[in-house]
């Protein structure tokens, strides 16, 4: 999941110290080096699901090409991460694994350990991130639709998905991991929880990713534009 980089729309808590002009700058480094870096998965497509929807030719100058592009729909983060995995799912994806575009230095290992762990009971994975948010959630189309009405379930899809999850969750706080977890238990699903990671969402978890890079800069275009607007 990502965002159009629009001066002025991405990154905003990092103004300042950043200028607008700059944290946009910064926020596409970290599209492109977490596009490059998942590229060496295999067995897995890759897919953007971008927002504004008016901006798609943007995403495709960002995004290497060959990548699958889809709109984010929906009113919030819960009714966009449903519509993603119920329109994946409806296609005859068996497991679907959404990250966001916050972390470029995210070990591509909890990547590839979240498709291992979706199997037998468990179907559905979580990454907590430090903020209380998550930063990687992941489930199988195995899911029963347990009564969910979500209109965005697909008549005759491959099975649907627990999206109740994703329903009175108070996004943007530190309680969304927590929320959903207890959403998770109250609908009898199993779920195995990845190691804690980072999202760099302000100047404090910037610092961290810039010290981070600095001993392995696993995100090129990252570590050149920090280095870049913070001159070394």
């Known amino acids: 999941m990502l965002k159009v980089p629009v001066t002025g729309q991405v990154k905003t808590r990092l103004v300042p110290p950043l200028t607008a002009k700059d944290a946009a700058r910064l926020y596409q480094c970290f599209i492109q080096d977490t596009f490059s870096r998942i590229s060496i998965l295999n067995g897995i497509d890759i897919i953007a699901a971008y927002t504004p929807k008016n901006l798609k030719l943007r995403i495709k100058k960002i995004v290497p090409a060959g990548t699958i592009i889809i709109p984010q729909k929906g009113k919030d983060l819960g009714q966009r991460l449903s519509n993603i995995f119920s329109e994946l799912f409806s296609l005859g994806y068996k497991k679907v694994a959404i990250i966001g575009s916050d972390s470029p230095d995210l070990p591509i290992e909890y990547i590839k350990k979240s498709f291992t762990l979706l199997k037998g009971k468990t179907k559905l994975v979580l990454g907590p991130a430090q903020d209380g948010g998550y ?63 980072y999202d760099v969402d302000d100047i404090d978890s910037l610092n961290v990713l810039r010290d981070s890079l600095k001993i392995s800069p696993v995100a090129p275009k990252t570590a050149a534009m920090l280095k870049n607007i913070f001159n070394g």
């Open 135 to 197: 930063y990687l959630i992941a489930m199988s189309n195995l899911l029963s639709p347990m009564g969910t009405d979500l209109k965005s379930v697909p008549k005759g899809g491959m099975g649907g998905f627990a999206g109740e999850i994703f329903q009175d969750i108070p996004w943007s706080t530190d309680a969304v991991f927590k929320k959903t977890m207890e959403k998770a238990k109250k609908a009898g699903l199993k779920a195995a929880i990845l190691p804690k990671w």
